[in-house]
């Protein structure tokens, strides 16, 4: 058992993610002594470790620069031999090849729906933002009405007017920059300015500007919409903040910006650090809380490892008197279905009767792509990967039928859409058509012949993206796998996930978007149907009576799983983020978003855990 | 993965076996043939990529990335081959025509392995490429050095920079890119 001394913890959080960190810097600068236990490993004195990782993958995804290693000799690390696994991207390719989803010796997550679940996350200090885009919308009325407005779903327990003043106090903290003129649309108002102007504009922003006056969109639901093109508020420097730089354009706010511009966790941990009352226990999982016989939480078990892959070298269980779960909405309902005993006959924050929800209501954003060559350059592959996007389509009567969605617009090429520029500069190297742009027949090109084609396509590419709002469905889970454990013998996360009509209607209503918004451009569209076995994929009806394959992406966007509500009846946590069950146990992050709205979560997260960390701190623990 | 040390990243001995250092700190050259391949590799590579010679080596160049490629091209059994016509040719145009529509593969795909070293900073290996029908997405394939991807040249050609490498300024992404010559040309001196 542990044989450290700790002083008396006022508070113990479980990840140093955005949620953790952000709570742990408030109660650490109120004078509270809290302790975090996070899974991965330490934070770095610098980024330049995880920069080098990043510049010799070769499959740079969101997870490639950090760890634990993706690869072993080749293939896709044994999710059973990892001590503290998270998902990859690359576990989500095509049935019986390299990456198949429902392989448990491939993918850390075992997916047993009719559609896999497409978002993956970091266990490591900072957590999984630090590979968000740094998108820092905030939600807009309507979305917190659901019920009241749309006769769908639920209301949050809250409405915008309660968490105005947060989101304000959020953008301060994580530095957002933005100007309001630009974002008092569908309802949004401020009581506060943004701290810095903001993102310019990209050449691809303003060619897709052009196109918004005469833009129609018939048959779902828009046809008085006022189309235009909005800056996009991002945790990004438009001026040197918090001691960190001006945004220099390095096209990589996923997987890593190379020189901290973007906000990401990190920042907040090291202030966290620097109160002198917070303390980080790295590799160290949580694996079990303990309730006492009033119903409080009274510790929580932990396991130390010293590596990876290596051998366990500690286990303990420490107690404080609140515990802050922060561990993503697929650890989190982990950790407390794994926290069964007599007392939590059904896991911790999840009921005595078999009526809890913890884990259930799994949320995502699914992101259709649409892809195309404009008439004319446009020079994407520079800037911020995203400085603009459509946001008056994200509210309207049609959320009665389908969901609403806002669009990125991508700064990147195809570099999402196609892996470009590598897939075009293969294609007309070697005389192959994996990307589109070298058909009829494929030509096979070198020097200047070369460099014209390649200068021709890569500079007209552009892709679009929509964030689709999902329905919450119980039957959308989180449980704990019986047969597949991780490198510490802990049962991995089971997910069992499925898209709606409601939701299938609404990327279907995308698709239709993204065709007229390149048509109206005279862009060509190059947007690819999924093949059959691609598993993130469904079929839907196309116009002309046959159906088509649409893809889906994951946004990084994990929602859901242990709602805030009204009641215990039919919620995890109170607007507090407070377990109905447990008076000092704290459930934070987009868990407990009770529908998924459209904008990303992280804002939200963040004004909602300034919320809880304020209450904590003068009503809780003084 | 290669492993790679800090010493690699800043652009001190890559990979390059073309120099090493002696304990009194001077560079011992080795065969004077590897030199001048050296050079008729950059000359030759300028031809296939179509990136001026200067923009590939620079005189100034700390970081020298084309000795990565010159020694990941010269393991290869085609290079010998390859650096023959080179070596015959009347000027590097010429022997880039007879390299890229040569009947032999082992040289016709080495050329398109190299040029591909140079856009992508990944080395393709010709088997690979030279496969019916060639696999996609290929693997394994390799990211030769950390600089390389930083050098890349596709990036250039579309008037941008490597994601996670900008050289620029805030705000640059609101205007035009300099023209392409700008990017790839040979620099003209003043």
């Known amino acids: 058992m542990c044989a450290d001394k700790v002083d008396p913890l006022d508070a113990i959080i479980v990840g140093s993610g955005v949620s953790g960190v952000l709570i742990a810097k408030a109660l650490g600068r109120a004078g509270k002594k809290v302790l975090i236990l996070e899974a991965g490993e330490k934070l770095p004195p610098d980024i330049n470790g995880y920069m080098n990782r990043f510049l010799t993958a070769t499959a740079k995804v969101p997870e490639s620069p950090y ?67 740094g998108t820092s919308l905030r939600f807009i009325p309507a ?19 309660d968490l105005e003043r947060w989101y304000g106090l959020a953008e301060k903290e994580i530095g957002v920059a933005a100007d309001v003129e630009d974002q008092n649309y569908l309802g949004i108002h401020f009581s506060s300015q943004y701290p810095m102007p903001k993102i310019p504009l990209s050449r691809v922003d303003m060619a897709v500007a052009k196109g918004m006056t005469t833009l129609k969109v018939p048959g779902i639901g828009l046809d008085s919409t006022e189309w235009k093109v909005s800056s996009t508020p991002a945790a990004r420097n438009s001026q040197p903040y918090q001691d960190r730089r001006v945004c220099a354009g390095n096209t990589n706010c996923i997987p890593i910006c190379p020189i901290q511009a973007k906000y990401d966790p990190s920042v907040t941990l090291a202030d966290a650090l620097r109160t002198g009352n917070v303390t980080v226990w790295n590799r160290s999982v949580a694996s079990q809380l303990v309730v006492d016989e009033a119903g409080r939480v009274s510790g929580v078990d932990f396991i130390e490892y010293a590596d990876d892959q290596g051998p366990i070298v500690r286990r303990g269980r420490i107690t404080a008197k609140v515990f802050i779960l922060a561990g993503n909405a697929i650890e989190t309902p982990r950790l407390l279905l794994m926290s069964k005993n007599e007392r939590t006959p059904n896991g911790v924050a999840n009921r005595r009767d078999g009526e809890g929800v913890v884990g259930k209501f799994l949320m995502d954003h699914p992101l259709y792509l649409g892809w195309a060559l404009m008439p004319q350059p446009v020079w994407g ?11 008056v389509c994200r509210d309207g009567d049609f959320r009665r039928d389908r969901g609403a969605f806002r669009i990125e617009i991508g700064n990147e090429g195809w570099n999402f859409a196609t892996l470009d520029p590598d897939t075009t500069t293969l294609d007309l190297v070697n005389g192959l058509n994996h990307g589109g742009l070298n058909s009829d027949p494929p030509r096979a090109l070198f020097g200047a012949a070369l460099v014209k084609e390649l200068n021709d396509k890569l500079s007209r590419q552009f892709r679009i993206g929509f964030l689709v709002e999902q329905s919450p469905e119980a039957t959308n889970t989180v449980t704990l796998a019986e047969h597949a454990t991780d490198g510490l013998g802990l049962p991995r996360p089971q997910i069992d996930y499925n898209l709606s009509d409601y939701t299938k209607q609404g990327m ?21 149907p999924a093949d059959k076995d691609d598993p993130c994929s469904f079929e839907w009806p196309s116009d002309q009576g046959q159906t088509t394959r649409i893809k889906y992406f994951g946004a990084g966007h994990i929602i859901g799983t242990h709602r805030m509500g009204t009641s215990a009846n039919d919620s995890v946590v109170d607007d507090m983020q407070r377990s109905w069950d447990h008076e000092n146990l704290y459930l934070v992050g987009s868990g407990t978003f009770p529908t998924s709205a459209t904008a990303n979560p992280t804002l939200t997260i963040a004004a909602l855990c300034l919320r809880t960390a304020d209450h904590i701190v003068r009503r809780v623990l003084n | 993965m290669i492993d790679f040390t800090r010493r690699k990243v800043l652009g001190v001995a890559g990979g390059t076996v073309v120099g090493e250092v002696s304990p009194t700190g001077t560079i011992e050259r080795a065969a004077a043939d590897d030199a001048s391949d050296l050079n008729l590799f950059v000359k030759i590579s300028a031809a296939l990529t179509g990136i001026g010679e200067k923009r590939l080596a620079p005189d100034v160049d700390p970081i020298q990335v084309k000795h990565d490629y010159f020694n990941q091209a010269k393991s290869d059994p085609g290079f010998e081959p390859l650096m023959q016509i080179a070596r015959a040719a009347p000027d590097a145009n010429s022997a880039a025509e007879k390299i890229m529509n040569n009947a032999d593969p082992q040289i016709k795909f080495l050329g398109r392995s190299i040029i591909l070293a140079w856009y992508l900073g990944v080395w393709y290996e010709p088997t690979v490429l030279a496969q019916v029908p060639a696999p996609f997405p290929v693997n394994p394939m390799k990211v030769v050095s950390p600089v390389a991807y930083t050098q890349g040249w ?37």
């Open chain 2, 154 to 190: 596709v990036w250039r050609v579309a008037q941008a920079h490597p994601m996670g490498y900008s050289e620029q300024r805030f705000g640059y992404w609101s205007d035009e890119p300099l023209s392409l010559d700008d990017f790839i040309k040979n620099p003209v001196k003043p």
């Open chain 1, 143 to 161: 979305d917190f009405e659901m019920k009241s407005r749309y006769n769908r779903f639920t209301d949050w327990p809250i409405k915008y007017n």
């Open chain 1, 508 to 528: 279907a209503a995308a698709k239709t978007t993204a065709s007229a918004i390149f048509k109206n451009l005279g862009a060509t569209e190059f947007t690819q």
């Open chain 1, 67 to 133: 760890p634990p290693e993706i690869f072993t000799d080749s293939k896709l690390t044994d999710p059973a031999t990892v001590n503290a696994g998270r998902p990859t991207v690359l576990s989500l390719g095509h049935w019986y090849k390299f990456g198949d989803a429902r392989d448990p010796k491939q993918a850390y997550l075992i997916q047993k729906g009719t559609l896999p679940f497409a978002s993956t996350y970091e266990r490591i200090n900072g957590g999984s933002a630090r590979h968000w885009l």
């Open chain 1, 381 to 391: 592959y520079r800037g911020p990967l995203s400085t603009a996007g459509i946001e």
